[in-house]
């Protein structure tokens, strides 16, 4: 996001499938006052202890790239 404001965008839109309450903070504090519209499918309760997404989710990039079984 920060790219493309340095580049020079002025409005920008985050489309995502999944987020966590946690990660919306992060991106929240890392941005300050920058407006980005956030569009989300769907917003999980939390994050556990491994940084999973809870409810029962898991390791969503672990899963995309098989390496779980």
Same mark, same amino acid.
């Given at each position: 996001?920060?790219?493309?404001? /340095? /580049?020079? =965008?002025?409005?920008?839109?985050?489309?995502?499938?999944?987020? =966590? &309450? !946690?990660?919306?903070? =992060?991106?929240?504090? !890392?941005?300050? $006052?920058?407006?980005?519209?956030?569009?989300?499918? =769907?917003? +999980?309760? /939390?994050? $556990?202890?491994?940084?999973?997404?809870? &409810?029962?989710?898991? +390791?969503?990039? +672990? /899963?995309?790239?098989?390496?779980? $079984?």
């Amino acid at each position: 996001i920060k790219f493309l404001y /340095r /580049r020079g =965008a002025e409005q920008i839109t985050c489309v995502c499938l999944l987020a =966590a &309450p !946690e990660g919306l903070a =992060a991106l929240e504090e !890392e941005l300050g $006052d920058s407006e980005v519209n956030i569009v989300l499918a =769907a917003k +999980d309760e /939390r994050l $556990d202890e491994n940084a999973y997404i809870v &409810p029962g989710l898991g +390791d969503a990039g +672990d /899963r995309l790239y098989g390496v779980v $079984d």
